[in-house]
């Protein structure tokens, strides 16, 4: 059974641009979200998805946009970075969303992300 | 809404000494309650969970904890520390499709 995986690891980008994360969940799986974690901070629910569809976001504006493949695996797409957006960025993946909910989500190793 | 609030930034103790971390909630029906480890480097573990079944809930590692509806509590506890339970823990709980984490505690062990 292959764990959930993100690329890439570590990431440098400037103000402005923007930036494309990738998760692969875990075998079996049909519901990803994302999270941020600031240094020092607890993660930060972004959003999740379900069989390609959003189904729940937290507070984070639309900059902040996702997508889901028919294989599960999804992408974070955050544009017009900002210093603010220097975080530690987290996906998890479970086998339901409702089981999202009420049992355990398998996170990835996440992507260290810096904009300078 | 729900929410978790975690009453300890930092805890120390010194190995072999019981763990206590703190975390109260807020939820308007019976929540869901988690507890994940985040080693660092390492992705989030879960340690235990709490879905209305038991009150006293056993996890890995010897860790528990015990859901007190009348506290709105559900500290995380420990009888012996071991220098590799240094991390940071979170108190989570859910609404709806959010995943809601707390500020999260550090644990220091002291040899």
């Known amino acids: 059974e292959t764990g959930v995986t993100q690329s890439p690891t570590h990431l440098i980008k400037t103000r402005g641009q923007q930036v494309t994360l990738r998760c692969s969940s875990q075998?079996?799986?049909?519901?990803v979200s994302w999270y941020q974690q600031a240094l020092g901070q607890g993660p930060q629910f972004i959003f999740q998805y379900y069989r390609e569809e959003e189904n729940g976001r937290g507070n984070f504006p639309p900059r902040f946009s996702g997508l889901q493949f028919p294989n599960y695996s999804s992408e974070l797409n955050v544009n017009a970075l900002e210093l603010d957006d220097s975080a530690l960025y987290l996906c998890?993946?479970?086998?339901?969303?409702?089981?999202?909910?009420?049992?355990?989500?398998?996170f990835g190793p996440g992507t260290r992300l810096t904009v300078l | 809404a729900q929410s978790v609030t975690q009453l300890d930034s930092h805890v120390s103790v010194s190995e072999g000494t019981p763990v206590l971390l703190r975390c109260n909630y807020s939820s308007s029906y019976s929540p869901s309650l988690f507890w994940y480890v985040q080693h660092p480097n390492k992705g989030l573990q879960l340690l235990l969970k709490?879905?209305?079944?038991?009150?006293l809930v056993k996890g890995i590692n010897g860790f528990e904890a015990e859901f007190k509806k009348s506290e709105t509590s559900f500290h995380l506890t420990k009888p012996s520390a071991h220098m590799s339970d240094a991390a940071e823990y979170f108190c989570?709980?859910?609404?709806?499709?959010?995943?809601?984490f707390g500020a999260g505690t550090r644990l220091f062990v002291k040899a």
């Open positions: 989570v709980t859910t609404g709806g499709f959010k995943t809601i």
């Open positions: 998890a993946s479970s086998p339901d969303p409702g089981l999202a909910s009420t049992d355990e989500q398998f």
């Open positions: 709490y879905t209305s079944a038991a009150t």
């Open positions: 075998s079996g799986h049909n519901t």
